[in-house]
C-alpha cells in the first residue's frame, strides 16, 4: 500500500551527497573532452540534452546536477530539482528551475544523440572541423539491461489491460534500443565496407545475463555475478571486432 503512495525506492539524499564528494562545483563547461548528457525536463515536458560546448552565458550547470539529473530513474530516486546558473538566468531566475527524470525514459540507446551532436561540434583545433559520418568512430556500449520474457503470447488477443499495462513499458525501450541499433548500422554500412566497422555495438549475450533482474541488486552474490559477466561480454566483444575497432581508433 505504500508504494502506491511513495513509488520512490531510495533516498535521494545519500547520492546527491556522493555526488557532491566526487564533484564538488565542477562545471559541465569545465570538462576536458566535449559531452552530452540526457534527461527529461517535467517543466517544459521535453527531453533535455547537457553539453559541454554551450554559450555559458545561456546555459551553464554543475556536474554534479547533471548526474543527478541523468540518473533520476522513475520510481527509484525523485526527481532532480536543479537550476542553470548561467548569467541569463540568475537575471531572471524564473528560467532556471529544472525538474528533471532519468534520460532513459526516452534515450535508452543514446547512440543517435551522440552522433548528432558530433555532426553539429565544430571542432576548432582540426583541420577537418565539421565531421561527417566518414570522419567518425562510434563505440556503442550496452549496460546488460536483463531481457524480460513475454509469457503466453499465442493468448495475447486475450490480454487484459493490466497485462498490457506492465508489459508495454519494456516493448517500448527494447524497441528502441534495437532501433536506434539499426539506423546506426544503416548509416555506416551506407558508407562502404572500409567505414562499415567504423560503428561498433557491444552489450552482454543473453547466454551470459545470470544476474539478478532487479538492476538496483548489490548483494556480494550479484556483483559477482556482474564481473563474471563483464568479463564475458569483453570476450565475446573480441569475437566481433573490438581489436580492429580499437586500431583504427590508434590510428586516428
Known amino acids: 500500500m505504500w508504494g502506491l503512495i511513495n513509488a520512490t525506492e531510495y533516498d535521494s539524499k545519500n547520492l546527491e551527497q556522493l555526488l557532491m564528494a566526487k564533484f564538488g562545483n ?26 559541454s560546448n554551450e554559450n555559458t552565458d545561456k546555459r551553464e550547470f554543475y556536474v554534479r546536477d547533471v548526474l543527478r539529473s541523468t540518473s533520476a530513474a522513475p520510481t527509484y530516486f525523485t526527481p532532480a530539482k536543479i537550476k542553470n546558473i548561467s548569467k541569463k538566468c540568475i537575471k531572471n531566475p524564473k528560467l532556471s528551475k529544472m525538474i528533471n527524470l532519468d534520460g532513459g525514459v526516452f534515450a535508452n540507446n543514446p547512440t543517435m544523440c551522440a552522433y548528432a551532436e558530433a555532426r553539429n561540434t565544430n571542432y576548432k583545433d582540426r583541420n577537418n572541423n565539421e565531421p561527417s559520418a566518414n570522419d567518425l568512430l562510434i563505440l556503442s556500449l550496452g549496460t546488460g539491461g536483463r531481457g524480460y520474457n513475454i509469457a503466453n503470447k499465442e493468448k495475447s488477443n486475450s490480454w487484459g489491460l493490466l497485462k498490457w499495462a506492465k ?5 517500448m525501450i527494447d524497441a528502441s534500443i534495437d532501433t536506434v541499433a539499426y539506423q546506426m548500422n544503416e548509416i555506416f554500412h551506407s558508407l562502404g565496407p572500409s567505414k562499415s566497422k567504423n560503428y561498433l555495438r557491444i552489450n552482454t549475450p543473453d547466454k551470459d545475463r545470470k544476474y539478478a533482474v532487479d538492476m538496483s541488486d548489490a548483494s556480494s552474490e550479484n556483483i559477482q555475478e556482474l564481473l563474471k559477466a563483464g568479463q564475458k561480454t569483453l570476450e565475446y566483444a573480441k569475437t566481433i571486432g573490438l581489436d580492429e575497432f580499437l586500431d583504427g581508433l590508434i590510428d586516428v
Open 167 to 171: 508489459l508495454v513499458p519494456d516493448l
Open 26 to 51: 565542477l562545471l559541465m563547461s569545465k570538462l576536458l573532452k566535449p559531452c552530452l548528457i540526457t534527461t527529461y525536463n517535467l517543466n517544459s515536458k521535453s527531453a533535455f540534452f547537457f553539453t
